[in-house]
């Protein structure tokens, strides 16, 4: 892991853009922290500097909670090589949903298969480098981004002690063994009203879940339009199980 | 209302013992409290006698929150006469459930239409004399018991300013018109692994409400094992929206 920039944020919050090997990534610490912090990693649809005011609000929010936040560019995105086939993939689907289609399992596994394959092994060597850091321990959250990764995530990776799950994207139907072995805390947001999403899905993925404590929250609002007391709920689920 | 009893419980909670004509209530108010405080009218399965220890817990609560509390008794139930139509679809209910058959909507329909048209009006003169005591103004919310009763309640009360519903029991397909009337925040508790529960038919009926907020918590942990989170969560919920 190297670092390749640093600044200071508002709120005494370091903000370090890393490379870790040719995947792009930021940590945010607290420069007031001591003692080591437990460890938020942040998920989100790729696309670390389009989603980049998003996520550092959700990182200011994580330090000042008492956690580092990190988070890293997905495969095919920002500006990282495209993968061919999944820009295909999500080009079909788009064509799919505006066109008022089902949208087809292959079309998901064409997508989302490649970014767990590739993006999980990436998560876990991050938070190998991360969990190395002194200013970091543990234990570790994963919030959001693609649920598909995060749910595969949780399966493999045995110091991911407690989830956030937003359930807008889509997981294929291959990856439903996986959620049926996921046994760690659950807290998996649902737009009701998300029109690019397919609610029934969520559903069912929700009840494969193996977790004992699991919870849904199903809102309205579309899919950007979370409500923002979510936010806190977040913050009490991970104040549950990362303290 | 004709206040039968009185006394004094811990963290200086009134509980005062009420009669409405021939409806048995509670009511629950501050000591402490110098100006009109909200109120929250506490629903319960029926039998306030059996649900005291767990309805004078979640008084306490709200009073220690800044609010009035209250509860009266349905109909057929506890020390009132005994509804020989309603009795009989309970144990049509019991005994379908036990076979494991789908619960037929006429069952339905028999066990909850008395209890919604008899319940529905008493809760509404029990608000009539509450909101006229000085020590209690406004707003009101509703707080879970039987779920057609607060549907019906907050379609035809205008009062109401919020309710907390638990999908813990049915409610008849043709009270989904009244669903799509509620327009009021709602907090729709649903445990996912309720074996005596329909869960589609509380997903249906989360989908109807015609509320543009509102809010569903699925959690596992069986009928009875709502996770003590969810109060804090209700509290929350009824701080946005009485305060």
Redesign the interface.
């Known amino acids: 892991m190297d670092f390749t920039s640093e600044r200071r944020l508002d709120d005494g919050v370091r903000e370090r853009e890393f490379t870790l090997g040719e995947i792009p990534g930021i940590l945010w610490t607290s420069e007031a922290a001591s003692e080591p912090v437990p460890l938020i990693l942040l998920g989100h649809p790729g696309g670390v500097g389009r989603m980049y005011p998003r996520l550092v609000a959700r990182a200011q929010r994580c330090v000042a909670l008492g956690y580092a936040a990190a988070t890293i560019e997905l495969p095919g995105s920002g500006d990282r090589p495209r993968l061919a086939d999944v820009d295909q993939a999500r080009a079909d689907l788009r064509r799919a949903v505006q066109a008022g289609e089902p949208v087809g399992d292959d079309i998901v596994e064409r997508l989302i298969l490649p970014l767990v394959d590739q993006g999980v092994p990436e998560w876990r060597a991050t938070l190998d480098a991360l969990l190395a850091l002194p200013e970091i321990d543990g234990p570790v959250g994963f919030a959001g981004g693609v649920i598909a990764i995060a749910v595969r995530l949780a399966v493999v990776e045995p110091r991911i002690a407690a989830a956030t799950l937003f359930a807008g994207s889509y997981v294929p139907r291959s990856m439903f063994d996986d959620a049926r072995q996921v046994t760690i805390p659950l807290l998996v947001l649902l737009q009701?009203d998300d029109e690019g999403n397919d609610r029934q899905l969520a559903?069912d993925l929700?009840?494969a879940f193996g977790?004992?404590?699991?919870?849904?929250?199903?809102?309205?609002g579309g899919h950007t339009g979370v409500?923002q007391?979510e936010g806190?709920?977040g913050d009490?689920f991970f104040g549950?199980h990362l303290k």
Not at 211 to 220: G, I, P, Q, R, Y
């Open positions: 009701w559903l929700f009840d977790s004992k404590e699991k919870t849904l929250h199903a809102n309205m409500p007391f806190d709920d009490r549950r």
